[in-house]
């Protein structure tokens, strides 16, 4: 009955697979200890609560977009979210798009897309590789000059729209104001 239990409280914090609109991410993205859900909420309500957290920093920038682009879908589509208010649900959909604005990045891009070009994006920001990031983003998903994307990323605005959507859904998540790992 144990094993059960534990079973099915871990189905529950499982990542849904991709859909049309929420896009499949990798295992860990945000954390070793972290459900995909829950480290994207942390990771972007700390992100987009102010641009001094991710100033000089693209990639943390860029992981905090991937958190975005992922919760607009996973919020509406996974049950686990069902009880979270659907005024944060369409809200995190509208930062999605300002966020898509912000960064240059056409708003027909499917959500799978924008995410594999981030996380290749992250990737090579991370690992220092200059040249293969301006390759990523020299692609098509995006509107602007790679180095005019690097520097938004660099320096990202505040988006009043995601700062508010994210803390609406940390604060539905964690509603004594502290997190879950």
């Known amino acids: 009955m144990r094993a059960l239990i ?3 409280l871990l189905s529950a914090c499982a990542t849904l697979p991709a859909t049309q609109q929420t896009p499949f991410l990798p295992p860990s993205t945000f954390g070793i200890y972290e459900d995909n859900d829950t480290g994207a909420i942390n990771l972007a309500s700390w992100a987009f609560a102010s641009p001094a957290n991710t100033r000089g920093n693209p990639v943390e920038a860029a992981r905090a977009v991937i958190a975005l682009e992922y919760l607009a879908g996973e919020l509406k589509e996974n049950p686990r979210w069902f009880s979270m208010d ?12 300002d966020l898509r604005q912000v ?17 290749a994006l992250n ?6 590789n200059q040249p293969a990031a301006m390759q990523v983003l ?10 005019q994307t690097l520097q938004v990323l660099s320096n990202l605005p505040y988006v009043q729209e995601a700062n508010l959507a994210t ?13 879950r790992g």
């Open 6 to 8: 534990s079973i099915l």
């Open 86 to 97: 659907d005024a944060v649900k369409r809200r995190m959909g509208l930062a999605r798009d």
């Open 103 to 119: 960064l240059g990045i056409r708003p027909d891009v499917p959500p799978q897309v924008v995410v594999n070009t981030l996380l």
């Open 123 to 128: 990737a090579d920001l991370f690992s220092g």
């Open 138 to 147: 020299s692609a098509p998903i995006f509107i602007r000059p790679p180095e």
């Open 167 to 179: 803390s609406r859904a940390a604060g539905q998540s964690f509603p004594t104001g502290g997190t």
